[in-house]
C-alpha cells in the first residue's frame, strides 16, 4: 500500500513534530512523503492539525545552534501553513492525555498529549514516525517509515 492509499479514506489529519521537521528541513528519505501529504493538505485534500506542543518541540534545535531564520520557518509553517490548524492544550486534553497514559504506559506525555490532541479536534487519523504509537487503538495511526 502507498501513501496515497492509506490517505485516500482520510479527511482530517494530525501532524506529529517528527513529520514537520522532515518537511520543512527537507528530510531526504521522508520529505518527498511529507510533501505529498502537505500538498494533500494545501489543496484542500485534507484538513490538518497539529498543537502547539509541535511548535514546543520544533523549536530547540534551531535555536540551539542559532538558526532564528529555521525557527522562524517552522513557527510559520504551524502558525499560518494553509489548510493547517494548530490547537491548543485545553484541560479535556490534558484528562485525556493521562488516561492515555494510564491505558499505554509505553507513552511518553508528550505522546499521550499529542494523540490527545489529535482525538479532541476529531482528526481520522495520527501522522507520525514513531512506531509504537501504532499500539494505541483509540486513532488510527499513520507511521511514514511504513511507506519508505
Known sequence: MTLSDELAGIDTLFIDTAPV???I????????????????????KLKAFSSVITL????????????????????????????LAMTEISESI???????????????????????????VGAD????NDKKLKQVNEIKVVVLMDFL
Not at 528541513?25 to 494545501?42: D, N, R
Not at 514546543?56 to 489548510?83: C, Q, S, W, Y
Not at 484528562?95 to 479532541?120: P, W
Request: no cysteine; net charge negative.
Open 21 to 23: 521537521i522532515y518537511y
Open 25 to 44: 528541513e527537507a528530510h531526504p528519505l521522508f520529505g518527498p512523503l511529507v510533501k505529498e501529504i502537505v500538498s494533500s493538505f494545501q489543496s484542500g
Open 56 to 83: 514546543t518541540e520544533v523549536l530547540p534545535k534551531p535555536i540551539e545552534k542559532g538558526d532564528e531564520k529555521l525557527a522562524a520557518e517552522f513557527a510559520e509553517f504551524l502558525r499560518h501553513g494553509k489548510n
Open 94 to 120: 490534558a484528562e485525556e492525555a493521562g488516561k492515555l497514559r494510564g491505558r499505554y504506559q509505553f507513552l511518553r506525555t508528550v505522546d499521550a498529549i499529542q494523540v490527545s490532541a489529535a482525538i479532541d
Open 125 to 128: 487519523a495520527f501522522l507520525t
